[in-house]
């Protein structure tokens, strides 16, 4: 499917340049009237069906596990942060003394700390594989080293699908078969790149994905998605509450209490999860994405960067190659000439809104930018008069 521009769902007035999905994306309009229509029903709870406290959520779950590819939904977990669900992650892994835990450079902090205590309490190894400084295949070049650090040591790798600053892909199929082959787990970060780009479970088979819903997945803040695999299947979850145990459904008999829990992931879920206002907004979120389909995402964020980068590229910004990074995610790394300052301030006078993260400035782009929005913004960048 070849899309067009989808400005005309979204509430983004002309002239406003948001390129910044990757901190926190706009809802589209189907969205807002999903939450309005359930903060009112809130106003009339006798006229709220017990069943929306499991029923709504279900249908959630199914439409995040056909967005990533896996058949049963009950490996779904619902959570509120990424932080929550690595913490279930690290709540239920051991390590022997010694054992190596792989990370990437200047991963998110919530990708981080985690695995830093976790290291502390066990007496771990943290290994972080630095980018590559040679400009040339560098994507190329830090996949190799991934690869490369992953031996009969390694406990674990967790990572991005992308870099979060810079785009950078990671090659998660190659990870994980050599992940395998040491018998190490898989633990990716997708926040920065499911409902953007195609990710597939069965192809990848992570022992762990876990999403933050806000950014591409257009859900409100608050509201993350986790899909555990077998090796959780029996696992702890760091909190215990009513509805994660079997019939629970049934409210007469909660007292009765339920030793069993419900199957495979719905034990990590967070307490009130079935909040009747987010759940409604992330089903709005997720039905579009579905019909929208990832890969036409990714194809007309190529479209609409494809001349921003090639001409920044050829006034000394370096970008990532485009084989080796996403097209809705990627960084610019400026110039020193360039006065950093001076150009915020150009972009803020230019409503031009992009994030500045480690040494990049992270642009990102969705169905409502243009060609234009990357027009705009080059044009800032090279000092251009506007
Ligand atoms: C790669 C990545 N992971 C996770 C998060 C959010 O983490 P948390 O949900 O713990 O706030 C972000 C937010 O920017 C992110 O970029």
């Avoid at 067009?4 to 340049?17: M, R, S, T, V, Y």
């Avoid at 990533?68 to 390590?95: E, F, H, M, Q, W």
């Avoid at 192809?203 to 509201?223: T, V």
Wanted: charged share 25%; net charge neutral.
């Amino acid at each position: 499917m070849n899309l067009q521009d989808q400005k005309n769902l979204f509430d983004i007035p002309e002239g406003i340049h948001y390129l910044n999905t990757a901190s926190l994306s706009a809802s589209f309009k189907a969205i807002e009237e999903a939450g309005i229509k359930a903060v009112k029903e809130k106003s009339k709870p006798y006229l709220i069906p017990t069943t929306d406290f499991f029923d709504p959520v279900i249908k959630l779950k199914k439409l995040f596990a056909q967005l990533i590819n896996t058949d049963d939904y009950n490996r779904i977990a619902n959570i509120p942060s990424v932080s929550y669900g690595l913490s279930t992650v690290a709540n239920n892994i051991k390590l022997n003394k010694g054992d190596e835990i792989v990370l990437i450079e200047e991963q998110f902090p919530s990708n981080y700390y985690v695995w830093e205590k976790l290291a502390r309490k066990y007496k771990g190894v943290i290994k972080i594989i630095k980018q590559p400084t040679s400009r040339e295949n560098r994507g190329k070049l830090w996949n190799e080293e991934i690869l490369n650090s992953i031996n009969d040591k390694t406990a674990f790798i967790a990572l991005g699908n992308i870099h979060w600053t810079n785009g950078t892909i990671f090659d998660l199929k190659a990870i994980r078969k050599k992940t395998r082959n040491h018998n190490a787990l898989l633990i990716v970060d997708g926040s920065q790149s499911i409902g953007a780009m195609e990710f597939s479970i069965k192809e990848i088979e992570p022992d762990a994905l876990i999403c933050a819903g806000y950014k591409w997945l257009f859900g409100p803040y608050g509201c993350g998605y986790a899909y555990f695999g077998p090796y959780f299947d029996n696992g702890n979850p760091i909190e215990e509450n009513w509805s994660n145990r079997f019939n629970s459904e049934n409210l007469s008999h909660l007292v009765n209490y339920e030793s069993k829990y419900k199957p495979l992931a719905n034990r990590y879920s967070v307490g009130e999860h079935a909040s009747f206002i987010y759940v409604q907004m992330q089903i709005a979120a997720l039905e579009q994405i579905i019909d929208w389909t990832p890969k036409a995402i990714q194809e007309y964020c190529k479209e609409i960067t494809t001349y921003f980068v090639k001409t920044l590229s050829e006034n000394g910004c370096e970008i990532e190659d485009s084989d080796t990074r996403a097209n809705h995610l990627f960084g610019v790394k400026i110039p020193e000439s360039i006065d950093k300052d001076a150009l915020k301030e150009t972009l803020l006078k230019n409503n031009v809104y992009v994030s500045f993260r480690g040494n990049y400035i992270r642009v990102s782009c969705h169905l409502f930018n243009t060609s234009d929005d990357l027009r705009v913004l080059s044009d800032c960048i090279l000092n251009k008069s506007l």
